[in-house]
């Protein structure tokens, strides 16, 4: 039996926590938050889950992996009790730009991952990455690839410099895919649509679109290529969206910025001794 001490159950800690109740067999779920109740609602119902406010009540208990879904300010306050209890395990952090030798410094422990997954968790498609810390046992690797397994697709990387651009990729992308499809929706009304007939079109069009290059061996070049008659609608479209500073320029741009922020969050959460 495992058990999981999810610190943080917002967002992330409630997905990835809803998704290992229901795929990990035998995993024991416990989960700190200031919020048990909003943090229980997001959780599935009837599954058995040991919530708290806080670790006043945790100062004797022991985990196989404490993961870290607070946002990287809330961790620099975490108590010295608090630290205590999440290291008697190995440690995963989802903390954009908190670096491995900043939670080693901070926590006191160097089996740690720092990983980056992504909203879709929600859903059981995450898309995550991680690094290791050389202190992370062989077992260790596996029960965090176990549990992001869980949530979707899983991938270590070799190198921790790569977890900026993967963190402007895919785990700030779906947040871009929405602004796409927000965009696209307003475009549909602007149109002459209803909001809900936009809604629907711009929902299933996206759905069908992910499944579609999901399933489909061909590149997402080709798949363009195959929705674009020759001298038809989408070729009209594609001009606007491929036009000089446009969609091509602004994806490179996009993705350099947030890279770029990952790089700034992590001179700020620079290391710290614990509070001991
Ligand atoms: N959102 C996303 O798509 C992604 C986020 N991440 C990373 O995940 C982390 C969490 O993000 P997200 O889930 O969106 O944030 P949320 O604010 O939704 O969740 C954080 C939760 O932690 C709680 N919390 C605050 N302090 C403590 C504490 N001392 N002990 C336990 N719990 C505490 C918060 O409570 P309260 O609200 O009351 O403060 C909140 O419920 C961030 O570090 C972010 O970089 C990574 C990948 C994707
Ligand atoms: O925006 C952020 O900083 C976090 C990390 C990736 C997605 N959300």
Redesign the pocket.
């Known amino acids: 039996m495992r058990r999981f001490l999810f610190?943080?159950?917002?967002?992330?800690?409630?997905?990835i926590a809803s998704a290992a109740m229901r795929a990990i067999p035998h995993a024991r779920i416990t989960v700190?938050?200031?919020?048990p109740e909003?943090?229980k609602a997001l959780l599935p119902a009837g599954m058995a889950v040991e919530t708290h406010p806080?670790?006043a009540k945790l100062g004797e208990a022991r985990f196989d992996l404490g993961i870290?879904?607070?946002?990287?300010q809330?961790?620099a306050?975490?108590?010295p009790l608090?630290i205590s209890v999440i290291r008697s395990g190995a440690i995963a952090?989802?903390?954009?730009?908190?670096t491995l030798d900043a939670l080693a410094a901070r926590l006191g422990s160097e089996r740690i991952a720092r990983t980056?997954?992504?909203?879709p968790?929600l859903v059981g498609q995450a898309m995550t990455v991680g690094v290791a810390a050389d202190g992370l046992t062989q077992a260790d690797r596996r029960m965090v690839a176990t549990l992001f397994e869980a949530v979707g697709q899983f991938r270590w990387l070799s190198d921790e410099t790569l977890i900026d651009a993967a963190?402007a990729v895919a785990?700030?992308g779906?947040?871009y895919i929405f602004a796409f499809a927000q965009y696209m929706m307003e475009a549909a009304v602007a149109s002459g649509m209803d909001a809900a007939l936009a809604d629907l079109l711009v929902r299933q069009t996206f759905r069908g679109a992910a499944e579609l290059m999901h399933a489909d061996p061909r590149t997402a070049e080709e798949l363009k290529k195959a929705v674009t008659s020759k001298a038809g609608t989408t070729e009209a479209g594609l001009a606007v969206f491929e036009a000089e500073g446009a969609l091509p320029e602004l994806c490179l741009k996009a993705v350099a910025a947030a890279a770029q922020r990952a790089r700034e969050?992590s001179r700020t959460a620079a290391p710290e001794s614990p509070r001991q």
């Open positions: 610190v943080g159950c917002g967002n992330m800690g409630g997905a700190v938050d200031p919020s909003r943090a806080d670790f870290l879904c607070v946002k990287p809330q961790f306050e975490l108590s608090a952090s989802i903390m954009a730009g908190v980056m997954p992504n909203l968790a963190t785990g700030s779906p947040g969050l």
